[in-house]
């Protein structure tokens, strides 16, 4: 099995800065994309960021320019460093990884961590 576990929430304030990381863990070949989601209480899950296997990216127009989304794939892990943050970034915020494993590729998430920015 695959577990991805998320790390670096916390309360911060307007302005702020929070890093991320999630880490896989777990019997598989490699993996391909990584994301990163949010929650926030009463609406959808939303994408925030996404890194594929070359390392290109592509962020939510709310985070452009605000957000940074990595990688360390000698350590099966994604980061997203978040700068300037605003109150509106208050969320739950979920990784996923497409992971490949048994000749197929399954999406595997984390548990969340929360992350809430005062004003």
């Known amino acids: 099995q695959v577990q991805l576990v998320e790390s670096g929430g916390g309360l911060v304030h307007s302005g702020g800065s929070l890093r991320l990381s999630c880490v896989a863990s777990?019997?598989?070949?490699?993996?391909?994309?990584m994301y990163w989601y949010r929650q926030a209480p009463g609406k959808e899950r939303e994408l925030v960021a996404l890194?594929?296997?070359?390392?290109?990216?592509n962020y939510a127009d709310s985070v452009k320019g605000r957000f940074t989304i990595s990688r360390d794939n000698a350590k099966n892990t994604v980061y997203l460093q978040m700068n300037s943050l605003k109150p509106e970034d208050t969320a739950v915020y979920y990784c996923?990884?497409?992971?490949?494993?048994?000749?197929?590729?399954?999406?595997?998430w984390g548990r969340g961590t929360q992350v809430t920015v005062s004003s």
């Open positions: 777990g019997s598989f070949a490699s993996i391909n994309h």
């Open positions: 996923s990884m497409d992971v490949r494993r048994l000749g197929s590729v399954f999406r595997y």
């Open positions: 890194i594929t296997g070359g390392n290109s990216t």
